[in-house]
């Protein structure tokens, strides 16, 4: 009787053991965004897949929250304030306005900032290295050279460009400026319009018409959020639209020169699986995503007013069919 009630004991102890072990271990990963479009739902999907693949299973030793803002920025404050109550393991926010507003409810979970063109400007981080804060990430700046090439590729004769841009998104903000530099180098003049609000990118876009050779959107989540709108505008103008993202490439503009945000979510990912690993993240330099892939959509093209050098298609990493 004594070796069974012994048996019995072990048994017990060994189980609330296993269960009290898997839960220490189970780690949480809390993801916002400002909004929701195809390029920051891929850097989601990235970061989630990588994660598996370190060898987590969602649900069992890793729970994942995803919210979104939906645009607001008083909701992303809001989400910002909640996810820090539940004490995650890192909060990874996604854009510069979530980002922004997680780094002010919290001075000490690890944030993974992902999406964010300049994060310096931003005031995330002093500088590329390692924070010595509870902040790092991957921003997803663009290298512009090779975006005024293409431009120049495509239209050899090109005098200005035109853009539409949310004056509250620094990383919009950011990239015009520099763009501008970019672009005066060449003896080329940049024309940007500003939209509030998703329902002003149409009529902004609208105000370019004469007045520019091509648009070129940036990642401005306001803009992207309402891409078909802008894509209608260049059709009805027969204005060359360039994306710097390859989602709206899919959804409409002509080409692209662009960072794969699936694959940027990846490389987040691998930050993310580092300091659940035990690493702190200020002890991780911030990174910039450095591949990009030529993109191309002739259907769409074609109906702004252009056709493809075949030279230009045999480059391209990624051409788009027609539906």
Same mark, same amino acid.
């Not at 899919?250 to 940027?264: D, S, W």
């Given at each position: ?8 004991a ?8 296993i269960n009290?072990?898997?839960?220490k271990e189970t ?10 479009h195809p390029?920051l739902?891929?850097i ?14 969602i649900g069992?030793?890793l ?5 979104s803002a ?5 909701t992303a404050? *809001?989400i910002a304030?909640?996810?820090?109550? %539940?004490k @995650?393991? &890192?909060?990874?926010p $996604? +854009?510069?306005?979530?980002a *922004?507003?997680?780094a002010?409810a919290?001075? %000490?979970i @690890?944030i &993974?900032?992902a999406g $964010? +063109?300049?994060p310096?400007?931003?005031?995330l981080?002093?500088?590329?290295q390692?924070?010595k804060?509870n902040i ?10 090779p ?6 590729k495509?239209?050899p004769d ?8 949310s004056?509250?998104e620094i990383?919009?903000?950011t ?14 003049d940049?024309?940007?319009v500003?939209?509030?609000?998703t329902s002003d990118?149409a009529?902004a876009?609208?105000s ?7 648009i ?5 989540n ?9 894509v209608?505008t260049?059709?009805e103008s027969?204005?060359l639209l ?5 989602d709206s490439?899919?959804r409409?503009a ?5 960072i794969?945000?699936?694959q ?9 699986a580092?300091i659940?690993?035990?690493e702190?993240p200020?002890?991780?330099a911030?990174t910039?995503?450095n591949?990009?892939?030529l993109i191309l959509n002739?259907?769409s093209?074609?109906?702004?007013g252009?056709?493809?050098?075949p030279?230009?298609l ?8 027609a539906?």
């Amino acid at each position: 009787m004594y070796y069974l009630f012994r048996c019995i004991a072990v048994i017990i102890l060994t189980i609330f053991s296993i269960n009290w072990t898997s839960a220490k271990e189970t780690k949480y990963v809390a993801i916002t965004a400002i909004i929701e479009h195809p390029s920051l739902d891929k850097i989601r999907q990235g970061i989630e897949d990588e994660l598996v693949d370190q060898g987590y299973t969602i649900g069992q030793d890793l729970i994942i929250r995803y919210q979104s803002a939906q645009g607001s920025s008083a909701t992303a404050a *809001q989400i910002a304030k909640r996810f820090v109550a %539940t004490k @995650p393991d &890192v909060i990874v926010p $996604i +854009t510069t306005p979530s980002a *922004q507003t997680v780094a002010a409810a919290t001075k %000490t979970i @690890p944030i &993974v900032f992902a999406g $964010i +063109t300049d994060p310096v400007a931003a005031k995330l981080i002093k500088n590329w290295q390692p924070s010595k804060t509870n902040i790092t990430g991957v921003s997803d700046a663009l290298p512009l050279a090779p975006q005024v090439a293409l431009m120049l590729k495509l239209k050899p004769d090109l005098k200005t460009v035109g853009c539409v841009y949310s004056p509250s998104e620094i990383n919009s903000t950011t990239v015009l400026k520099n763009l501008r530099q970019a672009l005066a180098e060449h003896h080329i003049d940049l024309l940007a319009v500003p939209a509030q609000k998703t329902s002003d990118v149409a009529p902004a876009a609208r105000s370019l018409k004469g007045k520019v050779d091509l648009i070129y959107t940036t990642i401005d989540n306001n803009v992207v959020s309402a891409y078909e709108s802008l894509v209608k505008t260049a059709v009805e103008s027969k204005l060359l639209l360039l994306a710097s993202d390859p989602d709206s490439v899919e959804r409409g503009a002509a080409a692209a020169l662009a960072i794969g945000y699936y694959q940027f979510g990846r490389q987040a990912g691998q930050t993310v699986a580092r300091i659940l690993g035990g690493e702190h993240p200020g002890d991780i330099a911030p990174t910039i995503s450095n591949s990009t892939v030529l993109i191309l959509n002739p259907a769409s093209a074609s109906q702004q007013g252009y056709s493809f050098s075949p030279d230009l298609l045999n480059t391209a990493d990624q051409i788009i069919s027609a539906n």
